[in-house]
């Protein structure tokens, strides 16, 4: 038996794998012992990696739908069909008529998004779209609002965590191992600040608030901290921009009013925020896009940075810090028309004339119904399962019907493959050798790079995902810009700006790491704002329309809002809380897997429950305005009364059947996929 060392891209924590193959077939796989991260440790979903990478449900050929059926052709055949349609779409509607889309596997996946991107530019569209315009994006731009940088949580030197919605036991499983191994060993305080009580919580000082009112808890500790006089007086002085008019504007939060909108008690919000402003090595370590996904979702980050900073905790140890980033080749091509949501969301495509490089989810499919500002006709989705995960199935299948050319990229046949055009086979991660560790530091990771190396051949006629994009290319005329033969070539070239080379990485299978942080950076660099300083008060903030300091707002569907829809729609739907078994849509039809968790439900508190005369375990309807599911109760007390959790991603119970993609965080365009208003309806069992 042979081992292969390498990472797990099933998601963005990228553990470091141990893949025994024997004749050419991979039988088993453990976590890598000597890897910094996960030192040997892997969750439910890699200890199936067997049983996933053999599913079934792979597809084996590049498929084509002809009169609504799907016939096997070859790659020749489906490369050149369509080239050629994307050739006659942009005679006939212009380049921008293509948006090319990559889901989470494109994070982890460097090559993914690096050549949907490539290929989209050079094509002549701006239209790229990916998680940054729904998941991540707007934590990072926050931050950059605030510190001109991205600091990001260092949990293993806090000494208190407020774990601030997030469950990082399910969806940072690597992390959450090692809080509560500091936790039993009395390492660490913890504060949990979350509608659910989640397991870790039952150690931690815990506070539930009302859905979608964090960012009044955040000011409302503010104003205590100042009050109180907890705040960090020589940090504030020398780095602060703005901190007379943040006292000024948190004087209206007390925790009384915070109480009266949250729920959480004003001596719990005082009790946590001179525990916060107390402890030197403090941090909020909140989920990566959780508070983000709701309608304040920027603000409420905007309101966690300043916190962060008026406490002193940025580029300290235990706080936020500064992590040096690994930039990989950027294999993009400039292009000057504008994203969509350009002007729509100012502060998004805006902020200090840096235009990101992609545009926001949310308008792709209104310009494909609408057909403005242009049609976009053709659609392409590479390791992504829009049908279930975009947020309003309802508004994705209806663009869906304006599309002339609509491609899936995807290693499996998922349901979204099965309403494409064409449905063409990609490899998995463990069939191609590529960039792999987390070379930035999106969320609570350091930057690492690792050599992510072939572990098996591809599996029936899957092919790389580099090798499809430089297919298009080559048939559509743009073969200058993909000159790579093989994987050890794309991946040379990606590394070729690190540093580090691709022979390093060979001699270092459990990747290398730089996690050499900098602490009080600012004293060398300062801060890369306008005011090189922290800017609790934002000039371009206000300059774009946005406002300049965070104020609580209401979701617009919370029976606060909208007491009238509330009538109707009394209790509030809480979208995608993770669960350590599944990643996205993925692997729902992995045998172990479903042993551990066999099918969603949504949680319920027995108040609720009763309410509708519901029990647990009993098949129930949820619905809002935009539809319903049926989908099994769970009561249990560790959720407040009224809300209504379903994990997202399963087709018997597709939440994202629910959610609305016109209500949105007006600052960012972000699509709310909490805080909608729902109801349960008991269901008949005679019917
Ligand atoms: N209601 C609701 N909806 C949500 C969310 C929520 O919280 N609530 N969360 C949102 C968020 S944050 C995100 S990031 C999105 C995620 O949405 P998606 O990214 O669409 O989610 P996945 O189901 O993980 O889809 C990844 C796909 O990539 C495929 N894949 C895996 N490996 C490879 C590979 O190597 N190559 C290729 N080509 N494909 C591969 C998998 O088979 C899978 O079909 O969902 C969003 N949707
Ligand atoms: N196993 C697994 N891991 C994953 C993923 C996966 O699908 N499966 N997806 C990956 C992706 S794409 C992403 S974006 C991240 C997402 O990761 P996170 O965004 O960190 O999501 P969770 O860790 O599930 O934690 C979210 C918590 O927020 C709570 N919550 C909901 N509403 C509120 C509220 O109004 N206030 C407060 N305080 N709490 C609230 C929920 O109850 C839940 O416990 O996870 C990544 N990791
Ligand atoms: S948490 Fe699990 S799925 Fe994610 S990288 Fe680690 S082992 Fe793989
Ligand atoms: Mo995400």
Redesign the pocket.
């Known amino acids: 038996m042979q081992k292969i060392q390498t990472d797990c891209a099933l998601?963005?924590?990228c553990c470091g794998i141990d893949c025994y193959v024997e004749d050419g077939k991979l039988v088993k796989v453990e976590g890598t012992p000597d890897h910094w991260l996960n030192k040997g440790e892997i969750?439910a979903?890699a200890k199936f990696l067997v049983e996933g990478t053999y599913s079934p449900n792979r597809l084996k050929y590049p498929m084509k739908k002809v009169n609504g059926k799907f016939e096997r052709i070859s790659w020749d055949q489906a490369t050149t069909e369509i080239a050629n349609k994307l050739a006659e779409l942009k005679e006939k509607y212009g380049a921008h008529t293509l948006a090319t889309w990559t889901g989470?596997v494109g994070?982890e996946h460097f090559e993914m998004a690096a050549f949907n991107q490539r290929f989209a530019k050079a094509y002549g569209s701006p239209n790229f779209f990916n998680?940054e315009g729904i998941?991540?994006r707007t934590r990072i731009l926050a931050r950059q609002i605030t510190f001109g940088r991205y600091p990001v949580e260092q949990p293993r030197n806090a000494k208190l965590i407020i774990l601030?919605?997030?469950?990082?036991e399910?969806?940072?499983?690597p992390i959450g191992k090692d809080i509560r191994e500091r936790l039993e060993k009395g390492e660490l305080e913890l504060v949990v600040?979350?509608?659910?009580k989640?397991p870790l919580a039952k150690q931690a000082l815990y506070l539930q608030?009302?859905?979608?009112?964090?960012c009044a808890i955040a000011l409302a500790m503010m104003n205590t901290i100042i009050t109180e006089d907890l705040y960090d007086h020589e940090f504030v002085e020398k780095w602060c921009e703005g901190f007379d008019k943040l006292t000024e504007h948190v004087k209206k939060y007390t925790p009384e009013r915070a109480e009266e909108i949250s729920g959480v008690s004003a001596a719990d919000i005082r009790r946590v925020a001179r525990m916060f402003a107390n402890t030197k090595e403090a941090a909020i370590l909140?989920?990566?896009?959780?508070?983000n996904q709701?309608q304040n979702g920027l603000q409420t980050e905007r309101a966690f940075n300043i916190l962060i900073a008026i406490c002193g905790k940025v580029d300290r140890p235990g706080g936020w810090v500064t992590c040096p980033q690994i930039r990989l080749a950027d294999l993009r091509v400039p292009i000057e028309e504008k994203n969509l949501g350009y002007d729509e969301y100012p502060v998004f495509h805006q902020f200090n004339k840096r235009t990101p490089p992609y545009g926001s989810a949310s308008m792709m499919t209104e310009a494909m119904i609408s057909e403005k500002p242009y049609p976009i006709k053709a659609f392409i989705s590479s390791g992504s399962n829009p049908a279930l995960t975009f947020p309003d199935s309802n508004r994705f299948l209806e663009a869906l019907k304006h599309l002339e050319l609509f491609v899936s990229i995807d290693p499996y046949m998922t349901e979204t493959s099965q309403l494409a055009d064409y449905a063409l086979p990609a490899c998995t991660f463990l069939e191609e050798t590529g960039i792999g560790g987390f070379p930035y530091a999106i969320s609570h990771c350091v930057p690492y790079i690792m050599l992510r190396k072939k572990v098996i051949e591809p599996l029936y006629e899957s092919k790389p995902i580099w090798w499809i994009w430089s297919q298009f290319g080559h048939k559509i005329g743009l073969g200058e810009y993909f000159p790579w033969k093989t994987d050890e070539e794309v991946a040379e070239h990606m590394f070729s700006t690190t540093g580090v080379t691709y022979q390093q990485l060979v001699d270092n299978p459990a990747g290398m790491y730089f996690g050499e942080i900098e602490y009080e950076l600012f004293n060398r660099v300062g801060f890369a704002t306008n005011s090189r300083k922290v800017e609790l008060y934002s000039k371009e903030m206000e300059r774009l329309g946005a406002d300049p300091m965070p104020e609580h707002v209401e979701p617009e569907q919370s029976y606060v809002a909208n007491p009238e829809l509330a009538n109707l729609y009394p209790e509030t739907l809480?979208t995608?809380?993770?669960?350590?078994?599944?990643?996205?849509a993925q692997m729902h039809d992995v045998p172990g897997l479903r042993a551990l968790m066999g099918e969603p439900y949504a949680m319920i508190h027995p108040v609720t429950a009763k309410k509708y005369d519901i029990i647990d375990g009993e098949m129930m309807g949820v619905e809002t305005q935009r539809g319903r599911i049926k989908i099994k109760a769970r009561v249990t007390e560790d959720?407040r009364p009224g809300a209504v959790?379903i994990p997202h991603?399963w087709p018997q119970a597709n939440v994202n059947l629910l959610l609305d993609s016109r209500v949105r965080d007006r600052v960012s365009g972000y699509i709310t996929m909490?805080?909608n208003a729902c109801r349960l309806v008991k269901i008949d069992p005679s019917r």
């Open positions: 998601c963005i924590n969750c979903k989470s994070v998680p998941c991540f601030w919605g997030h469950n990082p399910d969806s940072y499983f600040i979350d509608v659910r989640i608030p009302r859905p979608g009112t964090d909140e989920g990566v896009g959780h508070l709701y809480l995608g809380a993770r669960n350590q078994e599944y990643i996205g959720i959790s991603g909490r805080g």
